[in-house]
């Protein structure tokens, strides 16, 4: 079983920064990818951006440039580093892990972001 717990979300003014985390623990096993995805109230949920286990990322158009990904293996843990955030980020941001042998996916329990001033 793997559990996943994300922190860091709140509520920020446009054009500031957040950063969540997302930790991980159980089978995680040592080849997976993590990915951060997002829903917006009455909007389906939508992927964020992507990191594999050798630390190549992925983005979202919507946010490329201005959010990273970033991963800690031996902790694992995987960050989200939120600059210039628009009203339109807000969202309950969700983590994801897919483990490469089993091909299991495993969600957080998400994080609220507010932008607003």
């Known amino acids: 079983q793997v559990q996943l717990v994300e922190s860091g979300g709140g509520l920020v003014q446009p054009g500031g920064s957040l950063r969540l985390s997302c930790a991980a623990s159980?089978?995680?096993?040592?080849?997976?990818?993590m990915g951060w995805y997002r829903q917006a109230p009455g909007k389906e949920r939508e992927w964020v951006g992507s990191?594999?286990?050798?630390?190549?990322?992925y983005y979202a158009d919507s946010v490329k440039g201005r959010f990273t990904i970033s991963r800690d293996n031996a902790k694992n843990t995987m960050y989200l580093q939120m600059n210039s955030l628009k009203p339109e980020d807000t969202a309950v941001y969700y983590c994801?892990?897919?483990?490469?042998?089993?091909?299991?996916?495993?969600w957080g329990q998400g994080t609220q972001v507010t932008v607003s001033s």
């Open positions: 159980g089978s995680i096993f040592s080849d997976n990818v």
């Open positions: 990191s594999n286990t050798n630390s190549n990322t």
């Open positions: 994801k892990i897919r483990i490469t042998v089993t091909r299991a996916d495993y």
